[in-house]
């Protein structure tokens, strides 16, 4: 790692000591930067954190996203269609600071987007633009030395993406390079609203823990408080993704933060 950091406040951090205290799961929600239309996220992301949500993912949209079901493919889709680009993610990112404090924000898409705008500008780009943490869904630990040192230099976090067929191994190396939290995936499959939690995910969720004191969220499937509830009862945060991206995406762009509201208070429990 790089030895020239940059002091920082750790918002992330903080986030989860707030959550811990209060003794309730934190929310994280995920919206692809450009969808439904191309300003969208500076409207509604300060909606949902107003409905609940504790730390926003932006996602970058990307042209070949295999992590991605049907609902997020679309949106990625629509986003690029819009004209997005990495800097609109980022100047997105910094433009939403003001009206959303010390919420966490979160970039999170594939490794080429990030290789061609260039590491060493991207991570001075994210530390202008605020970023307080980074998922590569597509990035191995064993590769992602070059941009956790880049990323180290400015306090900004890789977050671990783990899956049910993580070995112990790859948790443990991906624990070390990494730092925030930690992102377990509940399924072996791709991104997708479903009727329960996996209960391979939440085994998942005890392995992790023996590697790292990380805070740990799960993701893939949430779209019912249910399911909130039972990621609580094993980790520290849920993630919604499918859920909201096909609220917002399903109706007209003005009344898209309300639609988005309404799924993050629901999950949230303040509906």
């Known amino acids: 790692m790089a030895t020239d950091s940059i002091p920082r406040t750790d918002r992330i951090a903080a986030k989860f000591a707030t959550l811990k205290a209060e003794g309730r799961t934190g929310l994280v929600v995920f919206v692809t930067v450009g969808h439904p239309y191309p300003d969208a996220a500076l409207e509604i992301v300060p909606s949902l954190v107003s409905a609940g949500a504790d730390a926003v993912e932006l996602g970058i949209p990307f042209s070949d996203p295999m992590g991605e079901g049907p609902v997020i493919q679309e949106s990625s889709f629509t986003a690029l269609q819009n004209g997005t680009s990495m800097q609109d993610c980022l100047d997105t990112a910094k433009g939403l600071r003001p009206s959303i404090g010390e919420t966490p924000l979160i970039l999170m898409g594939y490794y080429n987007t990030l290789l ?4 060493e500008r991207f991570a001075s780009a994210c530390a202008d633009a605020t970023v307080d943490g980074l998922i590569v869904v597509d990035l191995p630990s064993d590769e992602a030395g070059p941009l956790a040192d880049e990323l180290s230099r400015y306090g900004i976090h890789i977050i671990p993406l783990l899956a049910p ?17 930690v992102y377990c995936i509940s399924v072996t499959g791709v991104t997708g609203a479903r009727s329960e939690v996996s209960d391979r995910g939440l085994d998942l969720v005890e392995r992790v823990r023996q590697q790292t004191n990380l805070p740990i969220a799960v993701g893939f499937g949430i779209s019912e408080r249910q399911h ?5 009862k094993r980790a520290d945060a849920a993630v919604v993704g499918s859920a909201l991206v096909r609220a917002l995406g399903d ?10 509201s309404r799924v993050v208070a629901r999950l949230s429990g303040r509906e």
């Open 116 to 119: 061609s705008y260039g590491l």
């Open 165 to 181: 067929t993580s070995t112990d191994e790859s948790i443990a190396r991906s624990a070390a390079i990494g730092g925030g939290f």
């Open 228 to 232: 909130v509830v039972d990621v609580g």
């Open 251 to 260: 109706g007209p762009d003005q009344q898209a933060a309300q639609r988005g």
